[in-house]
C-alpha cells in the first residue's frame, strides 16, 4: 500500500458495508451517473441463492511451543512421536548458524535416532529447486521431517512431505487452482516440525507452501490444512540472533500485511460457492471472529515492535514479540486468508529475475530477489475495510479516541494511507515499484501475472464479493498508482 494512492484507497472504504462499487465504495452513484452500475457490479449477497453461500469456517493451527531455547527439545519430540528416520530441512545459510547446530544437538542427543540433512533450500523457492528437495526426500522415505529455517525452508519442508506420501503425484497436482490442478489431499501426511528462523512468514502455523513459478514469472502455493506441522517451536529468540537487520524487517512486514489483509478479507459469509464436502472448505476462508482476534492482536504488536527491532537488532524482547506476531498473524491469516497486495506481491517478485533483477540488501544470495515482506508492501493495503480499527492501531490510540471518531467515513482511508505510508518511512522501505527498478510499460505484465492468483483475490472486498468481475482493472489502477509516492 506504501505506494498506492489515496483514491485507490478510498475505493473500497468499508467493505463490511459491501457496497456496490469496488472503485468508489458507497459514492458509487455520484461517479456513475446515469444508473451505469453494471452487472458485474453486482453484489454476491444479492445474486447467490442463500442455500449455495457458505455458512461455516474452520479454525486449523499447528501446536505451539515458546521458550527460549526449547529448540534443544526436537530430538525428544521426535523421539516422543517414534520417529523411524527424520528428513531435515534447511538452507546454506542457516546450516552455518546457531539455530542448527542446536537442532543438531538436539538430534544427536537422542539414542536411535537417524536423520539426514538436506541443506539445499532455495531462498524464494522455484519449481525446480521444489523438484530437488521432493526428489531427495522420496529416495529416503522419511517418518518425519523437521524445517529449520525460515518460510522458503519451511514451505520445501512441506512439499517435501507431501510427495513423499503421494510418491507418484506431479507438482502440479496440488497446486491452487487455476494454475494447477488444486486437488484435495486426502491421505495422512508424515509429522513435519518447524524451527522458524524469522519472524515473518508464520509458515509454522499454515498449511499454506508458496513457491515461484518460473515458467510465468509470478509465485503461487498450495494451500491445504493437511500441510501444516504438528508443531511449531517458535518464540525461541536465540533463533534470530543471526538474522540481518534487513531481513528482519521485511519479515515483519509480512507479517504487518498478513494482519491487514485477514483483518480486511471478505467475511466468509460472503465466500461462494459453499463446498459441497467439508473436505473441499478451503483453508483461506474469509474473516471470521477467531482470526480477527489474532490478526489484530499480531498487528498491534508489529506496530510497537517492527520499529524497535529496526532500531536496535539486539532488542531481544522486541524480537520475541515479533516471532509471536508472526505466529498470531499465521493463525489468522492461515484461516482468513490473504488478498489484494499478496495477489500482486507475486508476480512482482517472480518478474524480477526477469526484469529489474532488484536485489535487496541484507539477503546472501547472488540472485536477484525482491523479499516477499517488501513486495506486499509496496501496493498494501488495498482493501480498507476495517479501516477506522487498523488506523487506531497505527496512531497508537482505540477506536473511541476523539481523533479517530471525528473522522468521516469518506476521508478514513486517506488518514490510514498516510499512517502506514509513515511506518514504511520509518522503516526504509523503497518508495514504489519504480525504486525496485519496474517502469510503467510492466504494469500490464504485473496485472496479468496477478489475476491468475484466484485464492486470493476472491477474499478482497470489491472483487471477491462481486459477481463476473475478475478485478484486472482495479489490479491496474493499484499497480500503476504503486509506482511512487
Known sequence: MAAASRNTILRLINASQHTVCPCHGAHAAAHHPHGQVHAINQLRRLATPVPEREYAFEVAASNLRFGDGVTREVGMDLKNMKARK?????????????????????????????????????????????????????????????????????DTAKAANLFTVYHDSDLFDFINAPVGKGLPIKQTLRPLIA?????????????????????RAFKTGIAN????????????????????????????LDVLFHSLESYTAIPYTERYPRPANPILRPAYQGSNPVADIFSLWALQTTVKNLPLVAKNHDNPEARRQMLLASSFAGIGFGNAGVHLCHGMSYPISGLNKKGPKYKHPGYVTDLPIIPHGISVALTGPAAPDRHRQALA????????????????????????????????DGLGVPRGLKALGYKSGDVEMLAEGT?????????????????????KEHITRILERSFEY
Not at 528428513?87 to 552455518?96: M, Q, R, S, Y
Not at 479517530?404 to 505510508?421: C, F, P, Q, R, V
Open 86 to 154: 527424520v528428513g531435515v530441512f534447511t538452507d546454506a545459510n542457516v546450516a552455518k548458524l546457531k539455530p542448527m547446530q542446536a537442532t543438531i544437538q538436539a538430534l544427536e542427543a537422542e539414542t536411535d535416532l537417524p536423520f539426514e540433512v538436506y541443506d539445499k533450500v532455495s531462498i524464494e523457492p522455484t519449481e525446480d529447486s521444489w523438484r530437488d528437495a521432493i526428489a531427495w526426500a522420496r529416495k529416503h522415505d522419511f517418518s518425519h521431517f523437521l524445517a529449520v529455517g525460515g518460510g522458503s525452508v519451511i
Open 195 to 215: 524451527v522458524p528462523t524469522t519472524a515473518g512468514t508464520g509458515s509454522e502455523t499454515t498449511g499454506t507452501a508458496i513457491l515461484d513459478i518460473t515458467s
Open 225 to 252: 490444512r493437511a500441510l501444516k506441522p504438528v508443531l511449531g517451536v517458535v518464540q525461541d529468540v536465540h533463533n534470530t540472533e543471526s538474522c540481518p537487520t534487513a531481513v528482519q524487517i521485511s519479515a515483519g
Open 393 to 424: 492501531i497505527f496512531n497508537g490510540t482505540t477506536v473511541s479516541d476523539p481523533s479517530i471518531t471525528k473522522i468521516a467515513d469518506t476521508e478514513i482511508g486517506a488518514h490510514l494511507y498516510e499512517a502506514i505510508a509513515r511506518f514504511l
Open 451 to 471: 489475476l491468475p492468483q484466484r485464492r486470493v483475490l476472491d477474499l478482497a472486498p470489491g472483487i471477491g464479493d462481486v459477481v463476473g468481475s475478475d478485478g
